[in-house]
T-cell receptor, first 114, second 112 residues
Framework: EAQVTQNPRYLITVTGKKLTVTCSQNMNHEYMSWYRQDPGLGLRQIYYSMNVEVTDKGDVPEGYKVSRKEKRNFPLILESPSPNQTSLYFC?????????????FGAGSRLTVL | AQKITQTQPGMFVQEKEAVTLDCTYDTSDQSYGLFWYKQPSSGEMIFLIYQGSYDEQNATEGRYSLNFQKARKSANLVISASQLGDSAMYFCAMRGSYIPTFGRGTSLIVHP
């Protein structure tokens, strides 16, 4: 089944404790991205990647890091999480980055930072 | 830059009736795509429908249709014959030469 898999689905952590949210897709998509969803704000892009070793900032990159060492994986790293990073996170991928490409989303990861 | 505006935070509709969810956009791109996604209470994002900026006909997918008015820069989602399972958040989005942009969403509640 074609899908985007992200883990963990739920995580409660404490301020400053580094964490990684993994994302993997099995569709050979070139484009991968991370979003955060906060009430009343919709989805905002954190980082995106057009291909292996090519990453770029989205609208809200502060406090996050990403890497794209393999085509299928695009982990999101929070080096020193803070309470304002409590949010619902989505990984999404598409065949390419142009306007006609439909984003396929993972199931979401709900992160709480205490 | 590009922007998506969804002016209806919440909408109510009676089961079996049609409902229109509004979406307006702004972009300097000539070529772009417009999308609608559904987010049920379980949280996943489900792709519903796509409209290309050069498509002359409005997109349709089953009970979903996209009322695309390019001159007005609007891309409204029409759901016909609403079902209880249509109760969810609905997001309008666009992609062009900029990063994908999402609206703030409209919460739709379908009453029996």
């Amino acid at each position: 089944e074609a899908q985007v898999t992200q883990n963990p689905r739920y995580l409660i952590t404490v301020t400053g404790k580094k964490l990684t949210v993994t994302c993997s897709q099995n569709m050979n998509h070139e484009y991968m991205s991370w979003y955060r969803q906060d009430p009343g704000l919709g989805l905002r892009q954190i980082y995106y990647s057009m291909n292996v070793e090519v990453t770029d900032k989205g609208d809200v990159p502060e406090g996050y890091k990403v890497s794209r060492k393999e085509k299928r994986n695009f982990p999101l790293i929070l080096e020193s999480p803070s309470p304002n990073q409590t949010s619902l996170y989505f990984c999404a991928s598409s065949l390419g980055g142009a306007g006609a490409n439909v984003l396929t989303f993972g199931a979401g990861s709900r992160l709480t930072v205490l | 830059a590009q922007k998506i505006t969804q002016t209806q935070p919440g909408m109510f509709v009676q089961e079996k009736e049609a409902v229109t969810l509004d979406c307006t956009y702004d972009t300097s791109d000539q070529s772009y795509g417009l999308f609608w996604y559904k987010q049920p209470s379980s949280g996943e994002m489900i792709f519903l429908i796509y409209q290309g900026s050069y498509d002359e006909q409005n997109a349709t997918e089953g009970r979903y249709s996209l009322n695309f008015q390019k001159a007005r820069k609007s891309a409204n989602l029409v759901i016909s014959a609403s079902q209880l399972g249509d109760s969810a958040m609905y997001f309008c989005a666009m992609r062009g030469s900029y990063i994908p942009t999402f609206g703030r969403g409209t919460s739709l509640i379908v009453h029996p």
